[in-house]
């Protein structure tokens, strides 16, 4: 193992640039550090936003273990071999999530999304949106999948007649009631309960008994206010993960 091990935190999509949040990452470090017993400066964490980012970071040999959504867990687990350690609650939503796919009120319903564009902040992960978000859906094989992080304007081009279709994560969809054109937009399928976000071991770089030790540590984090280290990450503690049946390999 390298001298210092690194813990990668990927959030492609999702707001953040990776100087603003490492003060966080420095600070949870520490805290892991601290639970662990491990010397001081041998644990380090990082964060990128973007997927190409995340994975060239993960593409380190000092790169032993990684915070993701799950999406980025189905897409990427097998290429870089990734074992879960923990999973996230996430303040607000919990371990696990169900995902939307809305449409226009007036629209196609999922049967006859033929030539549409699936628009989502997991639009990096269509393996993640095919078989996990909307595996029961047996999508058509020209529905196309792309990556946006800018959710409005997607929604207003579903109310505009584009033949798009938009996927929402839980906190996501729990705000489209407050949209002044919600009434013209529809649930057209929902997802089974899924995890929201992972703790992975990365390709066996760090050896076992570090390995059980970090587990260890992130089962006994517990947030006590949004002020400290894990309340300010939007997380209020770790637990085993519980992965869904068609997952246990991604």
């Not at 420095?26 to 973007?50: L, N, R």
């Not at 937009?185 to 390995?211: G, H, I």
Request: proline residues 8%.
């Amino acid at each position: 193992m390298a001298a210092v091990a690194t813990l990668v935190f990927c959030a492609p999509g999702y707001p953040g640039g990776a100087d603003d949040a490492q003060p966080l990452m420095d600070q949870f470090a520490k805290d892991t550090i601290a639970s662990t017993g491990w010397s001081a400066g041998s644990f380090a964490a990082v964060y990128d936003p973007t997927e190409q980012g995340g994975l060239a970071k993960l593409g380190n040999a000092d790169s032993v273990v990684a915070f993701m959504p799950y999406a980025f867990y189905v897409q990427h687990g097998d290429q870089l071999h990734l074992t879960p350690l923990a999973e996230a609650d996430v303040a607000g939503i919990g371990t696990e999530e169900r995902w939307s796919l809305v449409g226009a009120a007036a629209g196609a319903t999922p049967p006859a999304l033929a030539g549409y564009t699936i628009l989502s902040v997991a639009g990096y992960a269509p393996d993640f949106v095919r078989h996990s978000a909307l595996g029961a859906l047996n999508l058509p094989a020209d529905v196309k999948i792309e990556a946006s992080g800018q959710l409005l304007s997607a929604l207003r081009r579903v109310v505009a007649g584009e033949k798009v279709v938009v996927l929402l994560d839980q906190e996501q969809a729990v705000a489209l009631p407050t949209l002044p054109f919600a009434a013209q937009l529809k649930v057209l399928a929902q997802s089974p309960p899924l995890p929201v976000a992972l703790v992975v071991a990365v390709d066996s770089r760090l050896p076992a008994p570090r390995a059980k030790a970090f587990q260890t540590a992130l089962l006994k984090m517990k947030s006590t206010s949004d002020t400290d280290t894990l309340g300010s990450l939007r997380l209020k503690r770790f637990v085993l993960p519980q992965l869904p049946a068609h997952a246990d390999k991604p």
